[in-house]
T-cell receptor, first 116, second 111 residues
Framework: GAVVSQHPSWVICKSGTSVKIECRSL??????MFWYRQFPKQSLMLMAT???????TYEQGVEKDKFLINHASLTLSTLTVTSAHPEDSSFYIC???WGGGNTEAFFGQGTRLTVV | SQQGEEDPQALSIQEGENATMNCSYK?????LQWYRQNSGRGLVHLIL?????REKHSGRLRVTLDTSKKSSSLLITASRAADTASYFC???????????FGSGTQLTVLP
């Protein structure tokens, strides 16, 4: 299957700082990338959908000024957690797809963010 | 919000036994997909079944879909300890392309 690389796999940061997470599709052009958040022993909650070259669409309750998403190319999307606080600590996962709804999505390895 | 529920929430079986997980969803769908997640890792796609399909096989996996009941099941035959993971169903509906995940089933296969 196609490969999606997410970096870093884990990060610890101080409260108030910003953290950038990268999601790259290595061997295909991802027209759409999705960002999810997952709390321990829970399911994935969609945060936002990003299409290359356009603004991301955020799910209800997700602060767009808090979670900045940039999808500048067909192979790279970034999620920046701005002014991180301990409650932002979570597992963040990206996925990418090239087609419509009947194509599978490929997931990154996830990023464990811990804010201290 | 999550589309659906999965049951059981947790399942523990012996190696060699079959494992069945069920998923229910609420709205009409284009397709339903099953994913596997090892602890602290990303998701791995297992199988996709379209709304006009009723059953699909892939190796030791068998997926059924009943759109009238808005439910799906994942059967893993002859389970192995390496199958231990969380399994999620996810739906795609309407014009949307994003996946909406179920609550997941934690499967433990004991050697």
């Amino acid at each position: 299957g196609a490969v999606v690389s997410q970096h870093p796999s884990w990060v610890i940061c101080k409260s108030g700082t910003s953290v950038k997470i990268e999601c790259r599709s290595l061997d295909f052009q991802a027209t759409t990338m999705f960002w999810y958040r997952q709390f321990p022993k829970q399911s994935l909650m969609l945060m936002a959908t990003s299409n290359e070259g356009s603004k991301a669409t955020y799910e209800q309750g997700v602060e767009k000024d808090k979670f900045l998403i940039n999808h500048a190319s067909l192979t790279l999307s970034t999620l920046t957690v701005t002014s991180a606080h301990p409650e932002d600590s979570s597992f963040y996962i990206c996925s990418a797809t090239w087609g419509g709804g009947n194509t599978e999505a490929f997931f990154g390895q996830g990023t464990r963010l811990t804010v201290v | 919000s999550q589309q659906g529920e999965e049951d059981p929430q947790a399942l523990s079986i012996q190696e060699g036994e079959n494992a069945t997980m069920n998923c229910s969803y609420k709205t009409s769908i284009n397709n339903l997909q099953w994913y596997r997640q090892n602890s602290g890792r990303g998701l791995v796609h297992l199988i996709l079944i379209r709304s006009n399909e009723r059953e699909k096989h892939s190796g030791r996996l068998r997926v059924t879909l009943d759109t009238s009941k808005k439910s799906s099941s994942l059967l893993i035959t002859a389970s192995r300890a390496a199958d231990t993971a969380s399994y999620f169903c996810a739906t795609v509906g309407g014009s949307a392309r994003q996946l909406t995940f179920g609550s997941g089933t934690q499967l433990t296969v004991l050697p």
